[in-house]
Each structure stands twice: as C-alpha cells, then as structure tokens.
C-alpha cells in the first residue's frame, strides 16, 4: 500500500477551475495506478478519472471529459486533477486512490487498495 495525501480543493464560482494534487508516501509510487473519485452528499462515490503507472493512458467518466485533466509526476511521487469549466454538479469530496493491480478497468473503486482522506470541491451558481 501506499500513503495518499489530497490538497488542493477549495470553493469557486462556475465556470473556474481548480488543481487538485494527490501526494504519495511508503512505496514506489510509479508501481501503481492512480484513480480519482468523488462523492456527492446523498449520492454514491462516483468514478472521476484514472493514470496508468507511466502516464501513458488516462480514463475519464463521461460527465468530465474535456473538461478535467489527469496527469502524474513520479518524481515527485504525485498526481495532479486540473479541473476547469466547473459546475455545481462538481460539488464533492474528491479522493485520490492507488491499486497495483495491472491493467484497466481502473473505474471501480473495488480494484483500489489505498485511499485518501478526500478535499473537498464546492462550486457555486
């Protein structure tokens, strides 16, 4: 497993962005994939974005697409989410995950084994 450290969220008005970082500890970070999920109140966590190990593939939930970015450096053990064209829909904890597990699907949480705590994303109307 690895440590996962979430920054970055914060309130904006619609139609801004924002950068979420997810910071990793204890391991190799480039041993593992690295998912992005969010939660809603009321709603159920909800697949946002992965990285392959490298870099080299990301997916996205079809609801971001264009829109948000996911990107990794893994000299400095991190993975970024540029999130632009907020909406009000994008309001959620937003959690980091790491899985070494080879392959995709890389959308269900299940797949995943070390998680952060979250930061929170509030965008206004």
Same mark, same amino acid.
Not at 38 to 59: M, N
Not at 104 to 122: E, H
């Given at each position: 497993?690895?440590?996962?450290?979430?920054?970055?969220?914060? #309130?904006?008005?619609?139609?801004?962005?924002? +950068?979420?970082? &997810?910071?990793?500890?204890?391991?190799?970070?480039? %041993?593992?994939?690295?998912?992005?999920f969010r939660q809603a109140p009321g709603?159920? +966590?909800?697949?946002?974005a992965a990285i392959s190990r490298t870099?080299?593939? !990301?997916? %996205?939930?079809?609801?971001?697409?264009? *829109?948000?970015?996911?990107? *990794?450096?893994?000299?400095?053990?991190?993975?970024? #989410?540029?999130?632009?064209?907020?909406?009000?829909?994008? !309001?959620?904890?937003? &959690?980091? $995950?790491? !899985?070494?597990? #080879?392959?995709?699907?890389?959308?269900? $949480?299940? +797949? %995943?084994?070390?998680?952060?705590?979250?930061?929170?994303?509030?965008?206004?109307?």
């Amino acid at each position: 497993q690895v440590q996962l450290v979430e920054s970055g969220g914060g #309130l904006v008005q619609a139609g801004g962005s924002l +950068r979420l970082s &997810c910071a990793a500890s204890g391991r190799t970070f480039s %041993y593992f994939a690295v998912g992005w999920f969010r939660q809603a109140p009321g709603k159920e +966590r909800e697949f946002v974005a992965a990285i392959s190990r490298t870099g080299s593939s !990301t997916w %996205y939930v079809g609801s971001v697409k264009g *829109r948000f970015t996911i990107s *990794r450096d893994n000299a400095k053990n991190a993975v970024f #989410l540029q999130m632009n064209s907020l909406k009000p829909e994008d !309001t959620a904890v937003y &959690c980091c $995950a790491a !899985t070494g597990q #080879l392959g995709p699907p890389y959308d269900s $949480a299940y +797949r %995943y084994d070390s998680w952060g705590q979250g930061t929170q994303v509030t965008v206004s109307s």
